[in-house]
């Protein structure tokens, strides 16, 4: 299947568009979905027969959530009605579906990752976190006990593809191990200032 580089470059735009009206990107978003690019080329190669086009928009819409509307309200559960929206009339209602599915699920929270899509989108969404510097910047903001919750959901979620997780499992314990570490000598302080909402 032939990428639409034109939608996936529209939805691109949409979501750099977001986070420049909201004025700051605390969620790191516009590293994290290059991160997210970088292990979708490589799981495109080990599943080849995987929808790209299904993958590439969910990469680009899965977070929008996270700087709109309620922040009260999961992110996953606002990204996947803005995916909608933005993708109604832009591609066949199919991958509307394909796509918002995928959103929804890539936290694995309320709904399951089940097609191969969903799979590498929920896998790379966490992957993509142990190779950038997401936990380091939550252990930094105070939220420590947070940053070692979310490495350990991240690596259970990479289980999806047990490749992986496999590969990542010694990233993980590298995470465990420095932000511990940085907490004992005091870089690190432990104030639990925010809560996980979305």
């Not at 495109?44 to 996270?66: C, E, R, S």
């Not at 209602?93 to 890539?106: F, G, L, T």
């Given at each position: 299947?032939?990428?639409?580089?034109?939608?996936?470059?529209?939805?691109?735009?949409?979501?750099?568009?977001?986070?420049?009206?909201?004025?700051?990107?605390?969620?790191?978003?516009?590293?994290?979905?290059?991160?997210?690019?970088?292990?979708?080329?490589?799981?495109?190669?080990?599943?080849?027969?995987?929808?790209?086009?299904?993958?590439?928009?969910?990469?680009?819409?899965?977070?929008?959530?996270?700087?709109?509307?309620?922040?009260?309200?999961?992110?996953?559960?606002?990204?996947?009605?803005?995916?909608?929206?933005?993708?109604?009339?832009?591609?066949?209602?199919?991958?509307?579906?394909?796509?918002?599915?995928?959103?929804?699920?890539?936290?694995?929270?309320?709904?399951?990752?089940?097609?191969?899509?969903?799979?590498?989108?929920?896998?790379?969404?966490?992957?993509?976190?142990?190779?950038?510097?997401?936990?380091?910047?939550?252990?930094?903001?105070?939220?420590?006990?947070?940053?070692?919750?979310?490495?350990?959901?991240?690596?259970?979620?990479?289980g999806l593809i047990p490749e992986i997780q496999k590969e990542v499992e010694p990233l993980c314990k590298?995470?465990?191990?420095?932000?511990?570490?940085?907490?004992?000598?005091?870089?690190?302080?432990?104030?639990?200032?925010?809560?996980?909402?979305?």
């Open positions: 299947m032939q990428k639409n580089i034109k939608v996936i470059e529209e939805a691109k735009k949409y979501q750099l568009q977001i986070i420049k009206d909201f004025k700051k990107d605390p969620f790191g978003l516009v590293d994290h979905f290059s991160e997210m690019e970088k292990w979708a080329e490589r799981l495109f190669k080990m599943f080849p027969d995987a929808d790209q086009n299904v993958v590439l928009l969910t990469i680009w819409l899965h977070d929008t959530g996270h700087y709109s509307g309620d922040l009260e309200v999961d992110h996953a559960v606002k990204s996947e009605k803005l995916a909608r929206v933005f993708l109604t009339g832009r591609v066949d209602e199919k991958i509307v579906e394909q796509v918002a599915r995928a959103v929804r699920s890539h936290r694995c929270k309320d709904v399951l990752p089940e097609t191969i899509e969903e799979k590498i989108v929920a896998c790379i969404d966490s992957a993509s976190h142990m190779t950038d510097n997401v936990y380091l910047s939550i252990a930094k903001d105070g939220r420590f006990n947070f940053a070692l919750a979310k490495i350990e959901r991240d690596f259970r979620d990479t590298a995470w465990i191990n420095l932000i511990t570490e940085l907490k004992n000598i005091g870089i690190i302080k432990e104030t639990e200032r925010y809560t996980e909402k979305s």
